[in-house]
């Protein structure tokens, strides 16, 4: 019987150390664009009153972003399944508070297709005209997000733009 079960325990180490290694999982969350969206995290406050048009004030997303957990699995974060790369960045209602300089790191996801930052408060940021370096950018959502200008220059992108 023991020896059934320390048998059973071998198989199924060896089947786990196969299976980590099958070449089809997922690729994982680029580490330069893990680090670039840990940077713009920390750029901002959690502030409660940031996000006041989201229904329940919203909800901090970025507290489970965790450097120890692939961030292709963080809140608001979705990969390109093929590269890894991030290709949606969802934070609506997020409770962020303050500046987008243009300098940010989020000008580093450049394979963004999705941004939504609906409801936090930039607090009358300019809009960097750094978005265009996100070549494939279709949809960006800045409703709500408490920014000062909002005149986009862009010739090869589609963008659906609302702001009130
Ligand atoms: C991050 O995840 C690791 C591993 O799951 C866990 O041990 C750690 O407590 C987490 N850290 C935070 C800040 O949540
Ligand atoms: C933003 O654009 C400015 C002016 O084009 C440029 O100097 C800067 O390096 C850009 N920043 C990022 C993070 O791409
Ligand atoms: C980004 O730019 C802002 C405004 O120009 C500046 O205050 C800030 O120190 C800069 N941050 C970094 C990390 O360079
Ligand atoms: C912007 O995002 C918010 C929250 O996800 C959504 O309710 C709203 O409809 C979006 N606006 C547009 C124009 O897509």
Known sequence: MGCHRILLRLLCFLFFLHSSSLPFASPLCPPVQRDALLLFKNSFLLNR??????????HPKTNSWNKSVDCCSWEGVT?????????????????????????SSLFLLRHLQNLNLFGNNFIGSRIPPNLSVFAELTHLNLSGSSFAGWKIQSSQCLFRISQH
């Open 79 to 103: 990969c390109d399944s093929v590269t890894g790369n991030i290709v949606d960045l969802d934070l609506a209602c997020s409770r962020l508070r303050g500046a987008l300089h243009s300098n």
């Open 49 to 58: 009153m940031a996000s006041d048009s989201c229904d329940w004030y919203g």
